[in-house]
Structure formats: structure tokens, C-alpha cells
Nanobody, 117 residues
Framework: QVQLVESGGGLVQPGGSLRLSCAAS????????MAWYRQAPGKQRALVAR???????NYADSVKGRFSISRDNAKNTVYLQMNSLKPEDTAVYYC???????????WGQGAQVTVSS
């Protein structure tokens, strides 16, 4: 059974930084495409950043140049480094795992990120 556990959320002032981590178990981590999504109150869940099993990345336009996704296959962990945070980045951030060549998707429980002064 695949389990994803996020950590690193919290309250930060505008312009600050946070790093989210997502530790995976129950899967061969290296074959998974990994992603971060976020959901703000009253809005649909949306893709923030994605990193394939081969290391290719893509980002939502709203976070390009500010956020960076990376993975450490030895630690079964994917990261989201968030810099220059804005109030509109406030949301629950979810980790997603998609084993390549399959339609399966697995989700973490979510981590709250609040950007406020």
C-alpha cells in the first residue's frame, strides 16, 4: 500500500520561504512521477509542480521562478522549495505519486501553508 506523508508546512510572512517534504513508502519510489498540488479555500485542486521519474520538471505559471521541485530517490522523498511566498500561495499542499505508465494516483494527507503578515 502506497503511503505519502507531507511535512514542512506552516505560517510564513510574505516574501519568506518554506520547504515541503513528502516521504513515500510502499512503492518503488524511483518509478513514480511525483507532483505537488494545492487547494485554496473555495477553489479546485491545481497542479503546482511535477517531476518525472526521469527528472524532468514542469511548473504552474504562477510559481515559475519562485518554487523548485526536486527528488531524492535514495530517501524516497520529493521536495518543494518555495521562495518569495505570496498571500495567494496560501493553500493546502498535497503530494501526489503516479507510477509511470499507469493511471494510478496516490495522495498524501495535505500540508497547510499560510502566507500572512
Amino acid at each position: 500500500q502506497v503511503q505519502l506523508v507531507e511535512s514542512g508546512g506552516g505560517l510564513v510572512q510574505p516574501g519568506g520561504s518554506l520547504r515541503l517534504s513528502c516521504a513515500a513508502s510502499g512503492t518503488i519510489f524511483s518509478i513514480n512521477n511525483m507532483a505537488w498540488y494545492r487547494q485554496a479555500p473555495g477553489k479546485q485542486r491545481a497542479l503546482v509542480a511535477r517531476i518525472t521519474s526521469g527528472g524532468s520538471t514542469n511548473y504552474a505559471d504562477s510559481v515559475k521562478g519562485r518554487f523548485s521541485i526536486s527528488r531524492d530517490n535514495a530517501k524516497n522523498t520529493v521536495y518543494l522549495q518555495m521562495n518569495s511566498l505570496k498571500p495567494e500561495d496560501t493553500a493546502v499542499y498535497y503530494c501526489n505519486a503516479n507510477p509511470r505508465y499507469t493511471p494510478n494516483n496516490y495522495w498524501g494527507q495535505g500540508a497547510q501553508v499560510t502566507v500572512s503578515s
